[in-house]
Every structure is written in C-alpha cells, then in structure tokens.
C-alpha cells in the first residue's frame, strides 16, 4: 500500500477546538483512519493511504470549519464526522450545522447534530402528525421541545401542551404527598428541565399560570379538542392502544402533534399490547402523518451511550434470533412426533 502525503493549514486559533485536549481528537482519527498526522505550526501534515489521508483531511477541513462557525467541538462531532466519511457523506457535517432551530436562554443554539435528527426536524415543520421513534439519548424529547418553543414566539400556535403516561418505571412509588400537581411533576420532570433550559425559569413559569403551557399525564386529555396548540407526547411506549387512539382523536384545527417513544424501553405490564405499536402499523400509510426512526448513530449524550445502546440492540437481536430458532426447532420436533404417531397408527391398521 503506497502511502501518500497531504496538507491542511489549520490557523493556530482553532487548532485546540479542532485537535482537542491533548490532541485526543487527532488520536482518533489517526487510530480510526489509519492514519499519521503531524502539526507544525498551523501547517498540517498528513500520511496514510489515499484513502485514509483525503478522509483525515476532509474531517479535519470540516471540524475546523464547525469552529470558525462558533461551535464547541465535542468528541460526538468527530465520531460523526469519522462515522459520516465512511459512507462518503464528509459534507453533511456542514450541511446539519446550517439547520438552526432556536437558541437556549443563555443563547446557545439548538441544532440537529446527525442526519436523522435533521430529518426529524424537516418532518416536524412539514407534517401535522411526527412520530419520532428511537432509543435513548437521540434528541427525540429535545428537539420536539425546542420546534414547540419555537413555534410558540413566533406565534404559529396558541400554547404547548405536553403530556406523558403517568406510568412507573418498573418501580412502585406508592403514595406521593402533596397536591395532584406535586404528584404528577416527578413522572413529567425530564419536560420540565427542558423547557427550563430553553425557556427559563421564570418565562415558563408565567406562561404556565396563563394557561399558555400546559405539562400533564397523559389521562387528562380525554374529552378535550386540542386546538391550535403544540402537542408532544412523550414515552409513548408506554401508552394502551386505547389511550392512542383517545389521544390521537384530540387533535383540533391549527395543531402539531409531535408523539415520541422508545419501542425497547417499555414499562407496560407484561403482556399489555403497546399503543405505539399499534400506531406504527395502522397508520403507516396515513398521509400527512410521519414516522421517523433514530437509530444509535443518532445518540449525542456522551459517546459512551451510543457504545451502551448498540450492545443492547445487538444483545436483544442475538436474543430474538435465538428465540425463533428455538421456536423453529420446538415446531420441527412436534412435526416428527405427530409424523411418527401417524405412521403407528397406520401401521397397527
């Protein structure tokens, strides 16, 4: 293999941002891509393949431009980024960075930072009805939040309304002191830290004495049309057929409804069916309904997560392959048990 040499000129001001805390950036795009990378100055040079070396220089280029652009350059960024060249996709690093939703309280800014998260965001401004499914860490809840803030300032709807099932997580709580909002805000506290981030404190608060943001279980929107109004609906998973389909026949003229859940993390009584589930299969087809699926390249909580819900998914696979073949085998050996009782039975005939 002829190993080649490249150049990027990387200015001394980001190469911290870009090369990371004692260069653990580089380190692992050297290890990831096969490559060597020496920095002289703000001269970078670059030896590896062909291959390997354009990709290094092409990451680089991009995570030097994240920087010029004002962003905190972050493990995930470069795991993406490695992740995005391999498909030879380098440019949609740049492409996802353009996407802005809306700013924090203290003006950070919220952007989708994977292809799937900015799909999510396309399909939330373009449909009435989103389903965003995936696991953990994936910025389902976030993103859904930050659209519904957004939405609310510039007043294309009249209030957010959140709601989740008011279910244990496979834990029993017993009994909660206090009012029924004190009994309800441990189930509903991730919606509350979020629009505190995004909102703060004191702007939720008063929207939420005016009626104009409303956080509660799930069971409180029988009987109510819900229009004009931002409507997530969070850990959907753990919802009953019955409690979608009530939900979901709420929605009124003027709203977006956003439904998000994570089909490997219910909490539900065993044997209890899934309203998310159902959901999925009956309305797959519905237009102006849309469904989409994170995966764990999505995950942008730390890198460790991401490693976490790929063995999990990988586990529950190698599970599910092993519970068919035993069921394959159990219905193999029946098959012959009732051949060889038939043959008997003739045979004493």
Known sequence: MSVIETNIEIPADYSVSVFGQFDEY??????????????????VKILGSESGAGHARKVLANLLELAKRGNTITEQN?????????DEKEDAVLEIDDELVCRTITGKPIKPKTLGQKYYVEQIRQKMIVFGLGPAGTGKTYLAMAMAIQAFKNNEVGRIILTR?????????????????????????????????IMGAESFAANMEKGLIEVAPLAYMRGRTLDNAFIILDEAQNTTPAQMKMFLTRIGFGSKVIV?????????????????????????????????????????????????????????SRQNRRTKSLVKDKESENKKEKTTKRRGRQNDN
């Open 260 to 316: 998000t859940g994570d089909s490997s993390q219910k909490d539900l009584p065993a044997g209890t069916v899934s309203g998310l589930d159902v959901a999925i299969k009956v309305l797959s087809k519905v237009d102006d309904i849309g469904f989409v699926k994170l995966t764990n390249q999505d995950v942008v909580r730390h890198p460790l997560v991401q490693k976490i819900v790929k063995a999990y998914e990988d586990y529950e």
């Open 165 to 197: 099932p008011a279910i244990e997580a496979g834990e029993k709580l017993g009994f909660l002191p206090g009012d029924l909002q004190s009994k309800v805000d441990p189930y509903l506290r991730p919606l509350y830290d979020a629009l505190y981030q």
């Open 26 to 43: 580089v380190k692992k795009i050297e290890k990831t891509l096969k490559v060597t990378i020496i920095a002289r100055d703000s001269q």
């Open 78 to 86: 470069v795991d993406y980024a490695l992740a995005l060249c391999m």
